[in-house]
């Protein structure tokens, strides 16, 4: 099964930082544009940004813009997202995930636009 795998999650005190890695199994980046998504425990998923090949990105979560930041590089074959000044409300568990169809970012990020789906990696910002 192609799916995502997803690593660099942790516990981390309020104000910190974390960059979580999005790295296909299997399967190249191609072309494809790649989102990243979160879940907190008993609530629906929500996206949070989504990464096209030319390097555009399309936001989610506009409350998030200012902290986390979405990149690619596709030498690396690998999607990055970079939080900075974490707060206890974006403790989740991270997903990443491609655009199952074309080469733009979903305007909406509804599940299922979206595929390849890996194990999520969790966050958890606590004292």
């Known amino acids: 099964q192609l799916q995502f795998v997803e690593s660099g999650g942790g516990l981390v005190h309020p104000g910190g930082s974390l960059r979580l890695s999005c790295a296909p199994s299997g399967f190249t980046l191609d072309n494809s544009p790649i989102a990243w998504f979160r879940q907190v425990p008993g609530k629906d998923y929500e996206g949070v940004q989504c990464?096209?090949?030319?390097?555009?990105?399309?936001h989610y979560k506009d409350s998030l813009k200012d902290r986390f930041t979405i990149s690619r590089d596709n030498a690396k074959n690998t999607v990055y997202l970079q939080m900075n000044n974490l707060k206890p409300e974006d403790t989740a568990v991270y997903y990443c995930a491609a655009a199952v169809h074309g080469r733009v970012c979903p305007s909406d990020d509804s599940r299922i636009y979206f595929g390849s789906w890996g194990q999520g990696t969790q966050v958890i910002v606590s004292l």
């Open positions: 990464i096209m090949n030319s390097g555009l990105v399309a």
